[in-house]
């Protein structure tokens, strides 16, 4: 039974600049996330047949966990100093509590957990459902969750619905040239701007692959360094070496946790309710035209 994961944020983001601004409500309230993301999902959902769905959202887009052992984690994205809000278009924040009352209305299971980002929640349902499960998300992070054996792949959408990739280990292998099973500790050494994650000092993305593509795990990474392994250049050693506190900390805030504390809820694809009155009245409310009649055409109902 094929379980799908949408990576939420990621995918109204992706809407809310993939579609044109000029969709509006009847009072000109905004839709183009709304529909960008009906739409995606749609097509998501009659392209992989999923048996189990579930949207996961941030219960909290910057986890104290994370924050305490890093403070810099994200601050890039604040909106301003005094503020723990994240930094949003001013045209999309009214969008998504109408998305996601519209989604309610579908049936649709939503789970987000206090103190833990999507990411977590995605990561626990992947470590527990028995596959397959297909991740929906334009987020490399997620890369770290690919497994051949248990059928956990990635959809990328980083070049759009129509041309995503679907990720396996050998797409991360020949994508960065690393055992594709080690994407995280490449990301640890390497960092990601996005995230406010420097990496280790001095070290990009080719030092960073050429410490995965030799080496398993942080602590041999870093015993082959104080040893001057021959398999490391010098310079690399010392920035090993010289990263180590950072590299103590990096591990926790870069994997993804998968121990979240999940709602038991039912995550199976929706049934169609006998009446879709209410669905249809948002669709009309909020001039949402053929976006809404996709998604029901996608669920069979």
């Not at 949003?88 to 579908?106: A, G, H, S, V």
């Not at 626990?124 to 929906?136: D, L």
């Not at 701007?193 to 602590?219: C, N, R």
């Not at 870069?254 to 249809?280: G, H, K, T």
Request: glycine share 6%.
């Amino acid at each position: 039974m094929t379980l799908m994961l949408l990576d939420s944020g990621s995918l109204w983001y992706r809407a809310y600049y993939g579609m044109p601004d000029t969709l509006t409500a009847a009072d000109g309230t905004p839709v183009n996330a709304i529909r960008g993301f009906l739409d995606m999902s749609a097509r998501l959902i009659t392209n992989y047949n999923p048996n189990r769905l579930v949207v996961c959202l941030d219960g909290d887009w910057r986890p104290s966990w994370r924050v305490e052992l890093f403070p810099g984690y994200k601050a890039n994205r604040l909106e301003d100093e005094e503020s723990e809000e994240e930094a949003e278009p001013d045209t999309l924040t009214p969008q998504i509590p109408i998305l996601l009352d519209l989604l309610d209305e579908f049936g649709i299971a939503m789970v987000g957990v206090d103190d833990f980002e999507a990411d977590d929640v995605m990561a626990t349902y992947a470590h527990t459902h028995p596959g397959p499960t297909r991740i929906v998300t334009g987020d490399r992070d997620l890369f770290q969750l690919v497994d051949d054996a248990r059928d956990i792949k990635v959809a990328y959408l980083a070049k759009g619905i129509s041309a995503h990739d679907l990720v396996d280990l050998a797409y991360i292998s020949q994508k960065y040239s690393i055992p594709g099973d080690r994407y995280a500790l490449f990301a640890t050494f390497r960092g990601d701007a996005s995230d406010g994650l420097p990496g280790v000092k001095g070290i990009g993305e080719k030092g960073a692959a050429l410490i995965a593509s030799h080496f398993a795990t942080i602590d041999d990474a870093i015993n082959a360094a104080r040893d001057c392994d021959q398999r490391l250049p010098a310079a690399l050693a010392r920035k090993i070496v010289a990263g180590e506190e950072y590299l103590s900390i990096a591990p926790t805030v870069v994997n993804c946790a998968r121990n979240v504390p999940l709602p038991q809820i039912e995550i199976a694809m929706p049934a169609a309710p006998s009446d879709l009155s209410r669905i249809y009245e948002l669709k009309e409310e909020y001039s949402l035209g053929a976006s809404v009649d996709r998604l029901i055409s996608a669920l069979k109902w």
